[in-house]
């Protein structure tokens, strides 16, 4: 689904990312971790069109989109999500929903005016889509609260919604467990697996929160200092002595991230790459 080649992002005399290559296969759950740092959100940011590479390719579905902005990448079925949310906090959840489809008739002010018919019928349509998206995530209770009002949970499990009002093929996830209680994690999780496995949804994951990982994905991809260290399943990586120095330095011991991010912090707490 997604093909990253070689790709580098320099910023001035700082090189964030540093010649990372690695394939999402259509259909996985597909992790990205590594240490603040590492250059994990930079990489997204680049395959999200936010900026492109300095140097390097990314390809969706064989397609070259390097460097395209990301509302032509929406087009073309590619979405993410933020690790903290960016919901319209002064509009409800249903309201949040309603206004991803794209190229809707009621959005051209003409049609408005003289085909009105046509989009009260596109809005009964966009509506049952919305139901069906909050009955789906367990969120029906809070359809009419404004956006902004949400626990930070909620706000995730809205983000989720967003990506099911589109026609996504791929979804990148940042951090979808960041500042979560674990009920709503739990309630994230099983989205996100029910999305993969009963509709096809690909996703690749930044996350720090191991166990979530573990749950989530395979394979895992592991990044430090803007490089790709290792790949492979999430029990063979806790036992990678390259992954553990990472993670926990040299002159660390103990198990590698139940739930630790480097440095002892919680794993709900932000990344800085």
């Not at 936010?50 to 990301?70: A, M, N, Q």
């Not at 009105?116 to 919305?130: M, Y």
């Not at 990982?213 to 036992?239: F, K, Q, T, Y």
Request: glycine share 12%; net charge negative.
């Amino acid at each position: 689904m997604i093909r990253i080649d070689n790709v580098s992002k320099t910023f001035g005399g700082l090189q964030a990312v540093r010649g990372v290559s690695f394939d999402v296969a259509q259909g996985s759950i597909t992790g990205l971790i590594g240490p603040n740092g590492a250059g994990k959100s930079t990489l997204f940011n680049m395959v999200a069109g936010l900026f492109p590479p300095s140097s390097g390719r990314v390809l969706l579905d064989d397609e070259d989109i390097t460097g395209l902005p990301p509302h032509k990448l929406f087009h073309r079925g590619l979405v993410r999500t933020f690790q903290i949310p960016h919901e319209f906090s002064r509009m409800t959840v249903r309201e949040n929903l309603m206004v991803v489809p794209p190229s809707q008739s009621g959005e051209n002010l003409f049609k408005a005016w003289l085909r009105w018919g046509r989009v009260k019928d596109e809005d009964s349509e966009v509506l049952a889509r919305v139901d069906e998206v909050l009955d789906f995530l367990e969120i029906t209770h809070v359809a009419d609260e404004l956006a902004g009002n949400l626990s930070g949970g909620q706000k995730k499990l809205l983000d989720l919604g967003r990506t099911m009002m589109t026609d996504a093929k791929m979804v990148l996830l940042d951090e979808p467990g960041a500042g979560v209680n674990r009920t709503l994690l739990g309630k994230i999780r099983e989205a996100i697996l029910r999305l993969n496995r009963e509709r096809g949804y690909t996703f690749c994951v930044i996350e720090h929160d191991m166990d979530l990982i573990s749950a989530l994905c395979d394979p895992v991809h592991v990044m430090a200092n803007g490089e790709l260290i290792a790949s492979g399943a999430m029990e063979d990586l806790r036992r990678n002595e390259q992954v553990r120095e990472a993670y926990l330095g040299g002159g660390a011991s103990g198990r590698m991230g139940e739930n630790v991010t480097p440095g002892g912090t919680s794993a709900n707490q932000g990344d800085a790459s």
